[in-house]
């Protein structure tokens, strides 16, 4: 699965759900796919997008949150899917893609995902039970639907390809983080937690 | 979810354990009651030798929603986004929170986000063990590095004006603020 045939996926679903990315090449493609609106904030330095979406998620019980991640990032952080199995938030979910590499760097720079380390398994024995592995785009778009409506907490790592290579539809985009987060931070206010 | 799965419910109070008898649960008290009257009602926390009644008092306490996290900067991260989410959050924590938490204490602070930092063991006066050595020595240099305020609490009776005055800087500022608290305040000699 290409990884910007996933983000184009995942971004047709969304809708306005406020979302945390982290670094990488993702959250240039998104910001490709979706602009420069005040729904997403982009680049969140590793491994915080996902804790800082479960805050939110508590804060605001009647809204969906998502954190999109890579599996670079979620190692980094395994210990927050311990926090969020214990805390449950229902309305969280956190998408991993899962490259197998820190592919910024070029797919040779491969992530402990390529030698066996299985996130959805991790997931999973830390008690979160809504945890979905996708390899194809067929398998996403019958998945993302309730992923992003019904209860959770939702885990799905999407296995896409290492593609290191700038996609056509790639723009470089480098907002301000402080004008970006009040930005985010005022759509948040504006929403009121629906 | 499974019949046998077990979730922590942050929004109900629990029974308080066995309260050890060298702290000091009236200090403790209003430490809790001060930051309950300027509106916080989100805490994180990982476990501390100091701050032991604090926190003991903040998961016991249904009108905090309190989560245990399972490290600091995974914990400030959190509350910075509940703060995002529209409620006062603080952390309380020892001061390896704040060594170990210099990435996400910089986002917090360029992203603007006011957030209550409640540490221990920092370099003040009346730290006696030498195994806190590295967590004394990073706590203030990190805060100061980021130009993060802070007050360095030296009397029980001033933590209603102090917490007071801590949540106008950091609502006002949008800024995280520390309170370094030593031993003396909660540990009884």
Not at chain 1, 18 to 32: C, N, S, V, W
Not at chain 1, 170 to 177: A, I, K, W, Y
Request: proline share 7%.
């Amino acid at each position: 699965m290409k990884r910007p045939d996933f983000i184009e996926l995942f971004a047709r679903h969304r809708g306005d759900i406020p979302t945390i990315t982290g670094p990488g090449l993702m959250t240039r493609e998104l910001f490709a796919v979706t602009g420069d609106g005040d729904t997403v904030l982009y680049n969140m330095e590793m491994p915080y997008a996902t804790p800082m979406c479960m805050g939110l998620a508590m804060a605001r019980p009647q809204q969906r949150i998502v954190a999109l991640e890579g599996d670079g990032s979620l190692i980094m952080a395994l210990g927050v899917l311990t926090t969020i199995a214990r805390y449950h938030p229902e309305n969280l979910t956190l998408i991993v893609l899962d490259n197998e590499s820190y592919s910024t760097f070029g797919a040779d720079m491969v992530s402990a995902t390529a030698t066996g380390v299985d996130l959805a398994a991790v997931a999973r024995g830390c008690g979160i039970e809504k945890v979905v592995t996708v390899t194809t785009l067929d398998q996403a778009e019958q998945v993302m639907g309730p992923a992003l409506k019904e209860p959770g907490p939702w885990v799905i790592v999407a296995k896409v390809d290492s593609q290191s290579e700038p996609d056509p539809r790639f723009v470089r985009n480098s907002p301000d983080v402080t004008e970006q987060s009040l930005d985010f931070s005022r759509m948040l206010r504006r929403s009121n937690g629906q | 979810m499974s019949a046998n799965a077990k979730t922590d419910s942050p929004t109900q109070s629990r029974p308080a354990t066995k309260r050890a008898s060298h702290f000091r649960y009236d200090v403790a008290g209003s430490f809790v009651d001060s930051l309950k009257t300027n509106g916080v009602t989100y805490s994180v926390l990982l476990p501390d030798s100091v701050l032991h009644p604090i926190n003991e008092l903040l998961l016991a306490d249904a009108d905090v929603q309190t989560v245990v996290c399972s490290r600091e900067d995974e914990g400030i991260a959190i509350a910075v986004g509940a703060g995002w989410g529209g409620r006062r959050s603080a952390i309380s924590m020892e001061g390896s929170a704040i060594g170990m938490s210099g990435l996400i204490l910089a986002r917090a602070v360029i992203q603007r986000s006011p957030t209550l930092i409640i540490a221990s063991h920092s370099s003040v006066l009346g730290e006696k063990f030498g195994y806190h050595a590295a967590t004394r020595a990073v706590t203030q240099p990190v805060l100061d590095a980021l130009r993060i305020p802070y007050h360095v609490l030296r009397d029980p009776e001033e933590i209603p004006h102090v917490i007071k005055q801590i949540i106008r800087t950091m609502e006002g500022q949008k800024t995280p603020v520390a309170i370094l608290v030593p031993p003396f305040i909660l540990v009884s000699d």
